[in-house]
């Protein structure tokens, strides 16, 4: 047995729930105001799994918790490092993460990735604001050491505030805006009205800027316009007066107004992967076999939810009365 798998609690390792694999925190980083640096290494010295620029890694805590956070990518070889912002306001994921130390365990679980690079040799046109900078750094890093021209926008209202100034601070890439001295946010008009031909845009960051990026992008050809979003800019579909087969078990619910699929699923003993409970991080993903889905989530393309073979059912709701889903 390694050294880092006898520093892993016997709980941690009997109680995980499956799919999750312990992990020990090996380093822990202050990389700006209220935002840590966290490496995690496989516990029993077991590979990390392979994350592309833009990759989700689901997090378990000590409470239970399961959070979904990026991963920094191109950062310590062997080991998922991510990146958090205590979040004052939040539902207690980041503060818990914040309280652990070195040598501390946590489960990781499922890599997903809703915002990849499209592969290509075109320009490319990076765009982050606050901690959205996790996935933007790792597209940097990638593209840093490909032969794809590219830039990034990066955001933060004060230079404490801003991670990994000092990584980015020296490229010729990087454009770096702090809004408490220009006394104004990032121009997004000013950035589109300026990209190179042809260039793919990424941006992360608060929904503000989102909301901006969304706007100043809406007349860009949309497969070129990617971003992701930590807030969910639709409300749960709570309407209810629909049945759910679940096709596996036969078991057909009934979602009665007021509830979401999801706590309808969880009600009857149906184990459901989750995390935001916001639509905007893909754990809840569950293929449709029959009936039209409400679609409410960030996560899913227009053409994916067009094709109404897969739903968030954390958000989602029903357009009829029976959806038959494969759980
Ligand atoms: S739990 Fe995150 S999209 Fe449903």
Not at 6 to 16: G, I, K
Not at 51 to 59: F, Y
Not at 119 to 146: D, Q
Not at 175 to 186: N, Q, S
Request: proline residues 6%.
């Amino acid at each position: 047995m390694s050294d880092l798998a006898r520093t892993v609690p016997a709980v941690m390792q009997t109680d995980l729930p499956k799919g999750f694999s312990p992990a020990v925190i090996t380093q822990i980083e202050v990389v700006a105001v209220g935002t840590k640096r966290f490496v995690l290494t496989l516990a029993d010295g077991a590979a990390p799994p392979d994350l592309e620029p833009g990759a989700h890694i689901d997090v378990l805590l000590p409470s239970g918790k399961i959070r979904q956070y990026s991963t920094l990518c191109d950062d310590v070889e062997g080991a998922v490092t991510i990146v958090v912002k205590r979040e004052a306001r939040g539902r207690g994921g980041s503060a818990e993460l914040h309280e652990l130390s070195v040598g501390d365990v946590v489960g990781l679980g499922e890599a997903r990735n809703h915002f990849a690079l499209e592969p290509g040799s075109g320009p490319v046109v990076l765009i982050a604001g606050g901690i959205g900078i996790t996935p933007i750094l790792s597209m940097a890093r990638h593209l840093a050491a490909s032969s794809r021209p590219w830039t990034i926008h990066y955001a933060a209202r004060r230079r404490e505030d801003m991670a990994f100034r000092e990584e980015l601070a020296p490229r010729p890439e990087a454009r770096l805006h702090f809004d408490m001295e220009a006394g104004h946010v990032l121009d997004m008009a000013e950035i589109v009205a300026s990209l190179p031909e042809d260039a793919h845009l990424y941006c992360c960051g608060p929904l503000p800027m989102l909301n901006g990026y969304r706007a100043a992008t809406k007349d860009l050809p949309q497969a070129r316009v990617h971003y992701e979003l930590f807030e969910s800019t639709q409300e749960a579909a709570t309407t209810g007066g629909f049945d759910v087969e679940c096709a596996r078990s036969g078991l057909v619910l009934r979602v009665q107004e007021g509830r979401r699929i999801i706590d309808v699923l969880l009600d009857a003993g149906i184990n459901v992967p989750m995390s935001c409970e916001k639509g905007i991080c893909g754990s809840c993903e569950i293929p449709v076999l029959e009936g039209i889905p409400d679609h409410r989530d960030d996560v899913l393309s227009d053409e994916e939810k067009a094709s109404n073979e897969m739903m968030m059912v954390c958000c989602g709701g029903c357009k009829g009365d029976r959806l038959v889903l494969d759980i």
